[in-house]
């Protein structure tokens, strides 16, 4: 395939680039100069660094950061282990199946499943532990991003897995070295790239969250995904709204920076 050939190719990605990422962008680049009032200042971006959305921000990390790592601890011992059953494809679909489903709905559910009503507290009662508030706190919050999140944390790792020599693992087990000695020295450092993909799969969605914070959180937990939507949607105060999404934007951009050098599987 010739030069020209392959810049063919290439304009239908740049169309989609420029219309669906650049302009959009650019369009809140500008709606974040401008005040609720339509007044060109800057006044959004400093209001930024007061101490009610610089916590929010740091709120923010915190709570994707700790998505993040439980999505972690959970999926790569489970992506092991799927490398190592007989129906490994039946089992990845069974755990990519959720995903398929309308985020609303899951929420919904859960909503169902943790309420006052709902069968978590029915179990509760008839083991003599009585109903207990699940839904409006932080541990409602994280288990459901957590169980939302971790298929895509879980896939990045378990290809990774499944292209690793096993013969490398073979070798370490001949030169005397320990299960965790060769998973530490061997097989963790071959499949960080997929570790790499799966944070930042997991990660950047988790700092923008809204709709679990206000569904299943009540608001109790409150994010710059949040304060987004309350400033496009309620406020109409789309300049500080913009703002925000200019730090958003500009974190996630960060996020894939400091991760993009380890996706490649070795």
Request: with cysteine.
């Amino acid at each position: 395939m010739d030069r020209r050939m392959r810049n063919m190719f290439l304009v239908p990605y740049g169309m989609w680039l420029l219309l669906f990422v650049i302009v959009p962008i650019l369009m809140i680049g500008y709606y974040s100069l401008f005040d609720i009032d339509g007044v060109l200042t800057l006044s959004n971006y400093k209001r930024f660094f007061s101490p009610i959305y610089f916590s929010m921000a740091l709120r923010s990390f915190w709570y994707a950061a700790l998505i993040t790592a439980v999505c972690l601890l959970i999926a790569y011992p489970t992506a092991y282990l799927l490398t190592k059953t007989k129906h490994k494809q039946l089992w990845l679909l069974l755990i990519i199946l959720p995903s398929w489903m309308n985020l609303l709905l899951k929420t919904y559910a859960f909503i169902g499943i943790l309420g006052t009503y709902g069968p978590v507290n029915a179990f509760l009662k008839v083991i003599g532990v009585g109903a207990k508030q699940i839904l409006f706190t932080d541990f409602s919050f994280i288990f459901v991003s957590v169980y939302i999140f971790i298929p895509f944390m879980i896939l990045p790792i378990f290809s990774a897995l499944e292209k690793l020599n096993p013969s490398l693992v073979e070798a370490a087990y001949d030169l005397g070295a320990s299960p965790w000695v060769t998973f530490r020295r061997v097989i963790f450092p071959l499949t960080l790239g997929g570790v790499k993909s799966g944070v930042q799969a997991v990660f950047i969605p988790s700092l923008s969250l809204f709709m679990i914070t206000r569904l299943i959180a009540g608001n109790r937990v409150i994010t710059l995904g949040t304060a987004i939507e309350q400033h496009f949607l309620v406020t109409q105060d789309w300049g500080m709204g913009s703002a925000l999404a200019i730090f958003l934007v500009i974190a996630m951009g960060l996020t894939m920076w400091f991760t993009e050098g380890g996706r490649r599987v070795r």
